[in-house]
């Protein structure tokens, strides 16, 4: 299963718009890139899943460049209840979860 | 959407008693089903996949006679916790996969278990 690396913490402001790229260096041909997101004390919510180029949702855009490495999560103009742990996993069959980005979104 | 319903939300149990937790997927049949195990302001570890009709897979370092795993039907597994010790409190959450994917997956709401 390929590995993800995400950063640790991003700090925000409402209204802005908030990037968080996730690498994943050994990803196979198969796998698939979903985000993941958790309030506390809840289980996790699905975000938005690609497998290359761009996908756009109500909630999100998701950049995936060609070689397939890396994968960037975009959320426009975030407000305070976007503070949440963001996950990037690579999927094919079983989830294993990163430590995940921790967005903290300022008013 | 596909909804997956944890019961209970949370449970406060004796130590040395078992519980019992359920995954059910309410709309759709999942051949696949995941338990997690989240301390606080960490990350989600998978501790193992249920198939249904089938023994459990662990991972690594999960004893499998503390942590059994039932899958009987596609639409629900169960995590009993035996023997339960303090270190065993801890969110637990289940996540269900549709029959004939393998790269969606449904978490359900978390159950949080408090040993005393």
């Known amino acids: 299963l390929a590995k993800t690396t995400q950063p640790i913490s991003m700090d925000s402001y409402e209204g802005q718009e908030v990037n968080i790229t996730c690498s994943h260096n050994?990803?196979?041909?198969?796998?698939?890139i979903t985000w993941y997101q958790q309030f506390p004390s809840q289980g996790p919510r699905f975000i938005i899943q690609?497998?290359?180029t761009k996908v756009t949702n109500e909630v999100a855009s998701l950049f995936i460049p060609a070689d397939r490495k890396s994968s960037t999560l975009s959320l426009p103009r975030v407000s305070l209840s976007d503070t949440a742990v963001y996950y990037c996993?690579?999927?094919?069959?079983?989830?294993?979860f990163g430590q995940g980005t921790t967005l903290q979104v300022k008013p | 959407g596909a909804v997956v319903s944890q019961h209970p939300s949370w449970v406060i149990c004796k130590s040395g008693t078992s519980v019992k937790i359920e995954c059910r997927s309410l709309?759709?049949?999942?051949?696949?089903m995941f338990w997690y195990r989240q301390f606080p302001k960490q990350s989600l570890m998978l501790m193992a996949t249920s198939n249904e009709g089938s023994k459990a897979t662990y991972e690594q370092g999960v004893e499998k006679d503390k942590f059994l795993i039932n899958h009987a039907s596609l639409t629900l597994s169960t995590l009993t916790v035996t023997s339960a010790h303090p270190e065993d409190s801890s969110f637990y959450i289940c996540?269900?996969?549709?029959?004939?994917?393998?790269?969606?997956?449904?978490f359900g709401q978390g159950t949080r278990l408090t040993v005393v």
């Open positions: 996540s269900a996969t549709p029959r004939g994917s393998d790269t969606e997956a449904f």
């Open positions: 709309d759709f049949q999942a051949t696949t």
């Open positions: 050994n990803i196979a041909t198969n796998d698939y």
């Open positions: 996993l690579v999927v094919r069959g079983k989830l294993i």
């Open positions: 690609g497998y290359k």
